[in-house]
């Protein structure tokens, strides 16, 4: 028997332990930022909130901003998926709306202490949320939007004004949604819902391209 060491296995066992201990501190950031909000959370809190030495956290990460980025990127990675699947199974403009929005606010009742702390940001106006996995799932949505338009699930309009307007009601809502007892995730689907499906028609038309108003 060779007691040559299998170094498959210990560069797996390696990898293993720095994906853990990254999750760990991104898991740790996630109830500090929410409990004390981004501009109170230092370093060393998160750090606290782990079982790792301290120095370990900069082997990651080199401040709680880029925790924080990591936890939103990490945050749109798991709801996109849920999200676009709706909107591509949609056959009609109430779909596509209520199924994105439903699906969303579900995610967000089911993972408070996330959206706690990802919205907290605005306590610091600079803190970055452009980060690659939110852009990507913005752009998701305006070219599911523009692909509804084309096949004529939505009607007619400025796709970038459209996105805009769901990503904002959907986080407004969702807000107002965990802080009051008496709206559920069904009741935010339903108004956000009844809002587009009023107000969209009154939109101005976009024409298509090569044709005039």
Same mark, same amino acid.
Not at 26 to 50: C, Q
Not at 77 to 102: K, Y
Not at 135 to 156: C, Q, S, T, Y
């Given at each position: 028997?060779? =007691?040559?060491?299998? +170094?498959?296995?210990?560069?797996?066992? #390696?990898?293993?332990?720095?994906?853990?201990?990254?999750?760990?501190? @991104?898991?740790? !950031?996630?109830?500090?930022?929410?409990? $004390?909000?981004?501009?109170?959370?230092?370093? #060393?809190?998160?750090?606290?909130?782990? =079982?790792? !030495?301290?120095?370990?956290?900069?082997?990651?990460?080199?401040?709680? %901003?880029?925790?924080?980025?990591?936890?939103?990127?990490?945050?749109?990675?798991?709801?996109?998926? #849920?999200?676009?699947?709706? #909107?591509?199974?949609?056959? =009609?403009?109430?779909?596509?709306?209520?199924?994105?929005?439903?699906?969303?606010?579900?995610?967000?009742?089911?993972?408070?202490?996330? *959206?706690?702390?990802?919205?907290?940001?605005?306590?610091?106006?600079?803190?970055?949320?452009?980060?690659?996995?939110?852009?990507?799932?913005?752009? %998701? $949505?305006?070219?599911?939007?523009?692909?509804? @338009?084309?096949?004529?699930?939505?009607?007619?309009? /400025?796709? /970038?004004? +459209?996105?805009?307007?769901?990503?904002?009601?959907?986080? %407004?809502? !969702?807000?107002?949604?965990?802080?009051?007892?008496?709206?559920? !995730?069904?009741?935010?689907?339903?108004?956000?819902?009844? +809002? *587009? +499906?009023?107000?969209?028609?009154?939109?101005?038309?976009?024409?298509?391209?090569?044709?005039?108003?």
């Amino acid at each position: 028997m060779s =007691n040559v060491p299998d +170094l498959t296995k210990i560069r797996g066992k #390696r990898e293993e332990t720095k994906a853990s201990n990254r999750q760990a501190i @991104i898991d740790a !950031a996630r109830i500090v930022f929410a409990d $004390l909000g981004y501009g109170a959370t230092t370093v #060393r809190d998160i750090i606290r909130a782990t =079982n790792l !030495a301290s120095g370990t956290f900069y082997n990651y990460f080199k401040s709680k %901003e880029e925790v924080f980025q990591a936890l939103q990127d990490e945050t749109a990675l798991r709801v996109r998926p #849920r999200l676009r699947a709706e #909107r591509i199974r949609a056959r =009609n403009f109430e779909e596509f709306i209520v199924g994105t929005f439903r699906s969303y606010f579900d995610f967000v009742k089911n993972d408070q202490t996330t *959206f706690i702390a990802v919205r907290r940001h605005r306590e610091i106006p600079r803190v970055r949320i452009d980060t690659p996995e939110v852009i990507a799932g913005f752009e %998701e $949505l305006r070219v599911d939007i523009e692909n509804a @338009i084309e096949n004529g699930v939505l009607p007619p309009a /400025d796709a /970038d004004l +459209l996105m805009a307007s769901m990503v904002g009601v959907a986080f %407004e809502v !969702a807000h107002q949604m965990l802080t009051r007892d008496d709206v559920t !995730a069904d009741d935010a689907a339903r108004f956000a819902t009844a +809002l *587009f +499906l009023g107000g969209v028609q009154a939109l101005p038309r976009k024409a298509k391209p090569g044709k005039k108003k």
